[in-house]
């Protein structure tokens, strides 16, 4: 078979599996409110398809550096999350559309540069012959740190009120679909530690917040953006939980890499936020 429709067959379960989640997402926060919807949407999902298609394309020294990036990704999207909870209060009275086309030029123009600066830190750690795994640890507990800052004040997190139609749900999916296909192909061409950042581009979290935005206002995707903040910690869980497991035992240690993730990572941040009504 020729490499190219190898790497079709590799990226596009993933993708697809992608696609489905992000659409999941946004109902359960507009379904469930910001704390259980938005902790929800934050489990594990779109970064097991993802480790599991640069396990394939990838040797396991490769894997190992691209799972250790994924914490400090995920830091970087915590940070794209804060965004949209700091800077809406800031903007002038502008029109809805106008005012959501400015935080998505801004939290994603933030996300690029802290991105850029992430595989740049990483490649000059990784020159040094140091293992990543501290990258990883720092990333963790600094997004843990961040998470629990973002959620110790209790803020509303109402549920959505208005029915989301047939075809935004679709566009939910294939921009989350397209951004995980593009870490799968960059893990295959050679780049691991970009492709752990790019595996957790914010696409779900970029088409939760903005279909939430168009569909239900302003406050909905605002009072999600604590717990998802904290919740994605258990991304991270998952990568080194999965960095160690799977080069080890295979791609089946998946599995238990998410169950450890969502019991070092998920059950604590629910107690943490259950703490308050």
Not at 36 to 55: H, N, Q, R, S, W
Not at 80 to 106: G, N, Q, T
Not at 172 to 195: C, H, K, N, Q, T
Request: proline share 8%; net charge positive; charged share 10%.
């Amino acid at each position: 078979m020729p490499p190219a429709a190898e790497l079709w067959i590799a990226a596009l379960p993933a993708a697809a599996f992608a696609g489905v989640v992000a659409v999941g997402v946004t109902l359960a926060i507009e379904r469930f409110g910001g704390k259980v919807g938005g902790l929800l949407g934050t489990l594990p999902t779109t970064i097991v398809p993802a480790a599991l298609g640069i396990f394939a394309r990838t040797d396991p020294e490769g894997f190992r550096a691209a799972m250790d990036a994924t914490p400090g990704g995920m830091l970087v999207d915590a940070v794209f999350l804060w965004l949209w909870r700091a800077v809406p209060p800031h903007l002038p009275a502008w029109s809805l559309r106008a005012r959501l086309s400015a935080m998505v030029l801004i939290s994603l123009g933030a996300w690029a540069v802290l991105a850029v600066g992430l595989v740049a830190i990483g490649d000059a750690w990784g020159a040094d012959g140091r293992d990543t795994l501290g990258l990883g640890v720092a990333g963790l507990a600094l997004l843990v740190l961040s998470g629990v800052a973002a959620t110790r004040t209790p803020r509303p997190t109402p549920r959505g009120t208005r029915r989301v139609g047939t075809g935004v749900l679709a566009l939910r999916g294939v921009f989350a679909a397209v951004a995980i296909f593009v870490a799968v192909w960059i893990a295959a061409v050679g780049s691991p530690l970009l492709a752990g950042v790019v595996a957790v581009f914010p696409a779900i979290f970029v088409t939760t917040m903005v279909s939430l935005w168009l569909a239900q206002g302003e406050a909905v995707p605002a009072g999600a953006v604590g717990p998802m903040m904290l919740g994605a910690s258990s991304v991270a869980a998952f990568a080194l939980w999965a960095r160690w497991l799977m080069p080890a035992y295979g791609p089946w240690a998946a599995g238990p890499a998410w169950l450890l993730a969502v019991a070092t990572a998920t059950l604590p941040a629910w107690a943490w936020l259950r703490r308050t009504p």
